[in-house]
């Protein structure tokens, strides 16, 4: 009985009353669940361990026409005849005069019915006080409440406790009855449970050393009701959870709560039943005002509801008022009761002037045939979502509009413009979908401008992929005049033709031709949506191509992103996955993951999500483990791009790998399937299947246009496999055309890579040189794992070249081949211009051309000193490693980074130590 000391002291006061010979009467008030009849348990033990006789009954619902029945559960165990010792009250078998049962005359039990004073006096003990216990008085029937007022009326001169419970806020209450009753007793109202009642309650049945916070997350689930409570420990104990941390202890509904609420709201009469409706449909949308037109009452009937609604505990006594607890919305409507009343709470909101919003969300709750206003309503609540959160708004507005589109009266034309709304919704979330819509909506639309809003909505990451129809109708609307006076329209139009014709390498030449005009004035795109996404395309077209410098890429790049709002950079939507490409190429990667990172918890979801997460980690040198491919995913550049990098990196791609790109006419998916049996031929050493799958899927990929090395690095892999199986022509050759490449598209990453391959064909001074200028590129890379891999190779490489003219006709050292000097990379939203001084640096170093000396870029670590210090004696790599107690891998890296900053090539440019 945590919590009710105080209660229990005063009904402790009255049975020593009685004892003394002055009894009186209490009744025990409180809402559903409050533990009145708990209550009248300890007062029923405390009263049998003073020796006092207790009478008990209970009144129920069903049995309100059986007169007296109340009386009959109080007076029977008295009555001879039947009578047996199981049925007296406590205490009555011993304190019974002998003979007593016996001396009662013929129609006893009239007489008790009649009269309960005598009666009693006739039948309990002499001088032994008693107490009378009746739980559920509300529900009794009226002779038995005629009988306990006139028990009452005397109970006070005798030594007689009469203890009532009633259900505060019952209609059974309002009888006058109960009320005569009530006036002769003193109130004991039971409150809810203090926090630290509810503590002690908690500590019961989880321990004392539950976790912290776990007992203010049940009074918070329960607001001190003990019912509520005592159920929602047992479900959590069901569940096998002993802390509220592993439990939602918030969406508990256990079924014996649900029923209990349930019960009690069928007992409600239909004016507290009108305005419980209304406040659960209501919730957070009404007002008191609000509330009282929806239920139909009038003010003071209103109040009178709301107040019996309060007292029975299934209301909260606030503004506005709510309901006690979930479980009460859940069972205060039947399903066909909740649509009418959400029906009228609609209307009701509009007639008002709610916010369209508001008035939505009743709607959507509700399944009746929808009017010329709510079809208003909902598209105007649509288009609002999605203007306040253009991506988390998006399934919202969907919602909305799915409802038009089933329960309104809609034209053809009105129908197409819903479908090219929903479009717009979907194309965040479901590209797929949000296609199949806008195919849907452009027979239906009237005039080249509706249909170009509707190809307007149409996503960016799927124009693609689209039926044949939609691609149709976007060259058309690109080439309509009708679009030209709307310019945002005409540039979202021509994003998604440029993006249509990235399968094409004209279409990839003339995106790029347009790139170069934006380079030269890009502030009038970047300063609308509109202009942002064009960027966006044409950025992922110079990324496939290679067609425009990489410099230029990573600083338009970088601007953009510093411009887009955070909540444009969910990963599963085309921007991200576009920008990303684009900035892969450049060798660029980080900003974006950085953002990616701080706005998403660095964690990579599924399909287009993961590609994008794994791409930016190869792209700078982290260590990976790709996902096995879903075969009906739709296969996109950035797809193709993860695939080829991963085959040329070896990470292993798992999955078992299907025909079913191949089954494909597409060449994007031709490609991939080619690129994937390369890399599992390479796996399992099969060198020439793994070159020849490697080559088709080359020119696949040139026939696309998309050359650039630095996403599509795979003529490096085939240079290298085919000079394993002694072609060396055919290597040299491949070679050559991804330096070319990669000297065009200037990103570090590519060009060191690059020259790396090309150096791995090359022998003595022109390997070491190669070699050196790769080193020296790379220093401005993001690419950790290719620098690392060329410092390894000089490590391998010979220290001496014989230099012409030299005494003796022998080799002498080199002379130290200085890293050039890089500029720092541009800020964010620089120039273009500030990119291009590294990739003028790197060109000069591959061509041998002068070179400026460089000083080193920080200090060496202790760990990088220790390392440099052994190297200068002398010592290998693994005997650094047993030494320093290290792997031979972190002896690599720590060699690596001390030969980028003291810029050297090598262990061949320490002097001795």
Same mark, same amino acid.
């Given at each position: 009985?945590?919590?009710?000391?105080?209660?229990?002291?005063?009904?402790?006061?009255?049975?020593?009353?009685?004892?003394?010979?002055?009894?009186?009467?209490?009744?025990?008030?409180?809402?559903?669940?409050?533990?009145?009849?708990?209550?009248?348990?300890?007062?029923?033990?405390?009263?049998?361990?003073?020796?006092?006789?207790?009478?008990?009954?209970?009144?129920?619902?069903?049995?309100?026409?059986?007169?007296?029945?109340?009386?009959?559960?109080?007076?029977?165990?008295?009555?001879?005849?039947?009578?047996?010792?199981?049925?007296?009250?406590?205490?009555?078998?011993?304190?019974?005069?002998?003979?007593?049962?016996?001396?009662?005359?013929?129609?006893?039990?009239?007489?008790?019915?009649?009269?309960?004073?005598?009666?009693?006096?006739?039948?309990?003990?002499?001088?032994?006080?008693?107490?009378?216990?009746?739980?559920?008085?509300?529900?009794?029937?009226?002779?038995?409440?005629?009988?306990?007022?006139?028990?009452?009326?005397?109970?006070?001169?005798?030594?007689?406790?009469?203890?009532?419970?009633?259900?505060?806020?019952?209609?059974?209450?309002?009888?006058?009855?109960?009320?005569?009753?009530?006036?002769?007793?003193?109130?004991?109202?039971?409150?809810?449970?203090?926090?630290?009642?509810?503590?002690?309650?908690?500590?019961?049945?989880?321990?004392?050393?539950?976790?912290?916070?776990?007992?203010?997350?049940?009074?918070?689930?329960?607001?001190?009701?003990?019912?509520?409570?005592?159920?929602?420990?047992?479900?959590?104990?069901?569940?096998?959870?002993?802390?509220? #941390?592993?439990? &939602? $202890? *918030?969406?508990? +509904?256990?079924? @014996?709560?649900?029923? !209990?609420?349930?019960?009690?709201?069928? /007992? =409600?009469?239909?004016?507290?039943?009108?305005?419980?409706?209304?406040?659960?449909?209501?919730?957070?949308?009404?007002?008191?005002?609000?509330?009282?037109?929806?239920?139909?009452?009038?003010?003071?009937?209103?109040?009178?509801?709301?107040?019996?609604?309060?007292?029975?505990?299934?209301?909260?006594?606030?503004?506005?008022?709510?309901?006690?607890?979930?479980?009460?919305?859940?069972?205060?409507?039947?399903?066909?009761?909740?649509?009418?009343?959400?029906?009228?709470?609609?209307?009701?909101?509009?007639?008002?002037?709610?916010?369209?919003?508001?008035?939505?969300?009743?709607?959507?709750?509700?399944?009746?045939?929808?009017?010329?206003?709510?079809?208003?309503?909902?598209?105007?609540?649509?288009?609002?979502?999605? #203007?306040?959160? &253009? $991506? *988390?708004?998006? +399934?919202?507005? @969907?919602?909305?509009? !799915?409802?038009?589109?089933?329960?309104? /009266? =809609?034209?053809?034309?009105?129908?197409?413009?819903?479908?090219?709304?929903?479009?717009?919704?979907?194309?965040?979330?479901?590209?797929?979908?949000?296609?199949?819509?806008?195919?849907?909506?452009?027979?239906?639309?009237?005039?080249?401008?509706?249909?170009?809003?509707?190809?307007?909505?149409?996503?960016?990451?799927?124009?693609?992929?689209?039926?044949?129809?939609?691609?149709?109708?976007?060259?058309?609307?690109?080439?309509?005049?009708?679009?030209?006076?709307?310019?945002?329209?005409?540039?979202?139009?021509?994003?998604?033709?440029?993006?249509?014709?990235?399968?094409?390498?004209?279409?990839?030449?003339?995106?790029?031709?347009?790139?170069?005009?934006?380079?030269?004035?890009?502030?009038?795109?970047?300063?609308?949506?509109?202009?942002?996404?064009?960027?966006?395309?044409?950025?992922?077209?110079?990324?496939?191509?290679?067609?425009?410098?990489?410099?230029?890429?990573?600083?338009?790049?970088?601007?953009?992103?510093?411009?887009?709002?955070?909540?444009?950079?969910?990963?599963?939507?085309?921007?991200?996955?576009?920008?990303?490409?684009?900035?892969?190429?450049?060798?660029?990667?980080?900003?974006?993951?950085?953002?990616?990172?701080?706005?998403?918890?660095?964690?990579?979801?599924?399909?287009?999500?993961?590609?994008?997460?794994?791409?930016?980690?190869?792209?700078?040198?982290?260590?990976?483990?790709?996902?096995?491919?879903?075969?009906?995913?739709?296969?996109?550049?950035?797809?193709?791009?993860?695939?080829?990098?991963?085959?040329?990196?070896?990470?292993?791609?798992?999955?078992?790998?299907?025909?079913?790109?191949?089954?494909?006419?597409?060449?994007?998916?031709?490609?991939?399937?080619?690129?994937?049996?390369?890399?599992?031929?390479?796996?399992?050493?099969?060198?020439?299947?793994?070159?020849?799958?490697?080559?088709?899927?080359?020119?696949?990929?040139?026939?696309?246009?998309?050359?650039?090395?630095?996403?599509?690095?795979?003529?490096?892999?085939?240079?290298?496999?085919?000079?394993?199986?002694?072609?060396?022509?055919?290597?040299?050759?491949?070679?050559?055309?991804?330096?070319?490449?990669?000297?065009?598209?200037?990103?570090?990453?590519?060009?060191?890579?690059?020259?790396?391959?090309?150096?791995?064909?090359?022998?003595?001074?022109?390997?070491?040189?190669?070699?050196?200028?790769?080193?020296?590129?790379?220093?401005?890379?993001?690419?950790?794992?290719?620098?690392?891999?060329?410092?390894?190779?000089?490590?391998?490489?010979?220290?001496?070249?014989?230099?012409?003219?030299?005494?003796?006709?022998?080799?002498?050292?080199?002379?130290?081949?200085?890293?050039?000097?890089?500029?720092?990379?541009?800020?964010?939203?620089?120039?273009?211009?500030?990119?291009?001084?590294?990739?003028?640096?790197?060109?000069?170093?591959?061509?041998?051309?002068?070179?400026?000396?460089?000083?080193?870029?920080?200090?060496?670590?202790?760990?990088?000193?220790?390392?440099?210090?052994?190297?200068?004696?002398?010592?290998?790599?693994?005997?650094?490693?047993?030494?320093?107690?290290?792997?031979?891998?972190?002896?690599?890296?720590?060699?690596?980074?001390?030969?980028?900053?003291?810029?050297?090539?090598?262990?061949?440019?320490?002097?001795?130590?």
């Amino acid at each position: 009985m945590h919590g009710r000391e105080r209660e229990l002291e005063r009904l402790g006061s009255l049975l020593a009353g009685a004892r003394d010979g002055l009894g009186g009467t209490a009744v025990v008030s409180g809402g559903i669940g409050s533990g009145r009849t708990t209550v009248l348990g300890a007062v029923a033990a405390r009263a049998g361990s003073t020796g006092m006789q207790v009478l008990r009954a209970c009144a129920a619902p069903a049995e309100r026409e059986f007169a007296r029945g109340v009386v009959h559960q109080l007076v029977d165990p008295l009555l001879p005849g039947d009578r047996v010792e199981d049925d007296l009250p406590v205490g009555v078998e011993d304190d019974l005069p002998v003979g007593a049962e016996d001396d009662l005359p013929v129609g006893a039990e009239d007489a008790a019915l009649a009269d309960p004073v005598g009666f009693l006096d006739r039948t309990t003990a002499p001088g032994s006080p008693l107490v009378v216990l009746v739980d559920d008085l509300q529900w009794a029937d009226d002779p038995s409440l005629d009988w306990l007022v006139e028990l009452a009326l005397s109970a006070h001169e005798r030594p007689v406790a009469l203890v009532c419970s009633v259900l505060a806020g019952d209609r059974g209450a309002d009888r006058r009855s109960v009320r005569r009753l009530l006036a002769t007793a003193r109130d004991v109202r039971l409150h809810p449970l203090s926090e630290r009642a509810t503590t002690a309650v908690v500590e019961e049945w989880i321990g004392a050393g539950s976790a912290p916070g776990t007992a203010g997350v049940f009074h918070a689930a329960s607001l001190g009701n003990p019912m509520v409570l005592t159920q929602l420990l047992s479900e959590a104990a069901a569940s096998g959870d002993d802390t509220a #941390a592993r439990t &939602p $202890v *918030g969406a508990l +509904r256990p079924p @014996a709560l649900l029923e !209990r609420f349930a019960r009690a709201v069928r /007992d =409600l009469d239909d004016e507290a039943l009108r305005y419980l409706r209304s406040v659960v449909v209501l919730d957070h949308d009404g007002d008191t005002g609000t509330i009282r037109r929806l239920s139909g009452l009038d003010a003071a009937a209103a109040r009178t509801a709301r107040a019996r609604l309060v007292d029975a505990g299934l209301l909260l006594d606030r503004d506005p008022p709510g309901p006690s607890h979930p479980a009460v919305a859940d069972v205060a409507l039947g399903p066909t009761d909740r649509c009418t009343v959400h029906a009228e709470a609609a209307r009701l909101l509009h007639e008002i002037g709610r916010p369209p919003a508001e008035v939505a969300g009743h709607l959507l709750a509700c399944t009746t045939p929808l009017e010329r206003w709510a079809v208003h309503t909902l598209r105007t609540a649509a288009s609002l979502c999605l #203007a306040e959160d &253009p $991506v *988390g708004g998006g +399934r919202t507005a @969907a919602d909305h509009l !799915r409802r038009v589109l089933l329960d309104g /009266d =809609l034209s053809p034309a009105e129908r197409g413009s819903v479908l090219a709304d929903l479009a717009a919704a979907e194309s965040g979330y479901a590209p797929t979908i949000a296609t199949r819509h806008v195919a849907q909506a452009l027979p239906l639309l009237d005039g080249p401008r509706a249909r170009a809003r509707a190809i307007a909505a149409l996503p960016v990451g799927a124009v693609v992929t689209a039926p044949a129809e939609v691609r149709d109708a976007v060259r058309q609307a690109d080439a309509d005049p009708a679009t030209a006076g709307d310019r945002p329209l005409a540039l979202r139009i021509r994003t998604r033709r440029h993006r249509l014709d990235e399968q094409t390498p004209e279409g990839l030449e003339a995106g790029c031709d347009r790139l170069q005009e934006v380079l030269a004035d890009p502030d009038a795109e970047l300063s609308t949506s509109a202009g942002q996404e064009l960027i966006t395309v044409l950025l992922h077209g110079a990324a496939l191509s290679g067609r425009v410098p990489a410099a230029s890429v990573a600083g338009l790049g970088a601007r953009l992103l510093r411009i887009v709002p955070a909540r444009e950079l969910d990963p599963t939507g085309a921007l991200p996955e576009l920008l990303g490409l684009a900035l892969v190429a450049a060798d660029r990667a980080g900003s974006l993951a950085h953002r990616l990172a701080v706005q998403q918890g660095a964690a990579a979801g599924a399909g287009r999500s993961a590609d994008l997460h794994a791409l930016l980690a190869l792209a700078r040198g982290r260590e990976v483990r790709l996902a096995p491919r879903d075969p009906d995913a739709p296969v996109t550049p950035l797809a193709v791009a993860l695939t080829a990098t991963a085959v040329v990196k070896e990470v292993r791609i798992r999955g078992t790998d299907t025909d079913t790109d191949l089954a494909r006419p597409r060449l994007p998916e031709r490609a991939m399937h080619r690129l994937r049996r390369s890399g599992a031929a390479s796996a399992a050493g099969d060198l020439p299947l793994a070159l020849e799958c490697l080559l088709d899927a080359g020119r696949h990929l040139d026939h696309l246009g998309w050359r650039n090395p630095a996403v599509f690095p795979w003529r490096g892999r085939a240079a290298l496999l085919a000079a394993r199986l002694g072609e060396v022509g055919t290597a040299r050759d491949l070679a050559e055309t991804e330096l070319s490449l990669a000297t065009s598209w200037g990103a570090p990453a590519a060009l060191g890579r690059a020259l790396r391959v090309r150096a791995e064909l090359a022998e003595g001074p022109e390997r070491l040189r190669l070699l050196r200028s790769a080193s020296a590129v790379l220093a401005d890379s993001e690419d950790g794992a290719e620098a690392d891999r060329v410092a390894v190779a000089l490590e391998h490489c010979p220290d001496t070249v014989p230099r012409p003219g030299a005494a003796g006709g022998g080799a002498v050292p080199p002379r130290p081949v200085p890293r050039p000097v890089l500029a720092p990379r541009p800020a964010a939203g620089a120039p273009a211009e500030s990119a291009e001084a590294p990739l003028g640096a790197a060109v000069a170093a591959h061509a041998g051309s002068s070179r400026s000396t460089g000083t080193g870029a920080g200090r060496l670590t202790a760990g990088e000193q220790e390392a440099v210090a052994l190297v200068r004696a002398g010592a290998s790599n693994q005997q650094i490693a047993q030494q320093l107690r290290v792997s031979r891998r972190a002896v690599e890296k720590r060699l690596t980074s001390a030969y980028r900053k003291l810029g050297i090539g090598g262990r061949g440019d320490l002097g001795p130590g």
